[in-house]
């Protein structure tokens, strides 16, 4: 019984194409916000943080954006949430929602797989 209603809901993702068209979208969607990411990192953050492999290391006291990709608990949401709050350490960064975004994906996007 239990195995019939797990097939059933699977013919229904399967037919309404959530595995079909979602994930060409999304991998499109991401390029764009990631190169957004990107391109804020270079104007807001690269004077504290290296922010690629080969970019200039960063200050003191400010982690690499793949050291703080590779943190195990780090996440597109945690990286904005930590954006939007004050810190003693970081200024205040006015972002808009956009570039918010683009910077969690951007650095999640260092992590290694
Ligand atoms: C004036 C220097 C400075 C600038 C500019 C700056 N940062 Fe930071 N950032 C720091 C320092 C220092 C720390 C480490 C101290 C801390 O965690 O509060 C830090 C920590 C972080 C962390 C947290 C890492 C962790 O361990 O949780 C994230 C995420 C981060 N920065 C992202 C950014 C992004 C994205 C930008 C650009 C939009 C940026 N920072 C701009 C100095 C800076």
Redesign the pocket.
């Known amino acids: 019984m239990r195995r019939a209603v797990g097939a059933s809901l699977l013919h229904i993702a399967a037919v309404s194409g959530v595995f079909g068209a979602m994930p060409v979208a999304m991998a499109q969607d991401d390029g764009a916000r990631i190169a957004l ?1 990107r391109r ?2 270079e104007t ?6 290296q922010i690629d492999a080969k970019g200039k290391p ?2 003191a ?3 690499s ?1 793949e ?2 990709a590779n ?1 195990r608990s ?1 996440t597109e949401l ?2 904005k949430v ?2 939007q709050s004050p ?5 205040m ?1 006015h ?1 808009s929602t956009a ?1 918010l975004d683009g ?1 969690g994906a ?2 999640m996007s260092l992590r290694r797989r």
Do not use: D, K, R, W
């Open positions: 990411g804020t990192a807001a953050c690269a004077q504290c943080h960063g200050n006291g400010a982690p954006f050291a703080i943190i780090m945690s990286v930590f954006l810190h003693a350490s970081m200024p960064l972002l570039e910077l951007y650095i």
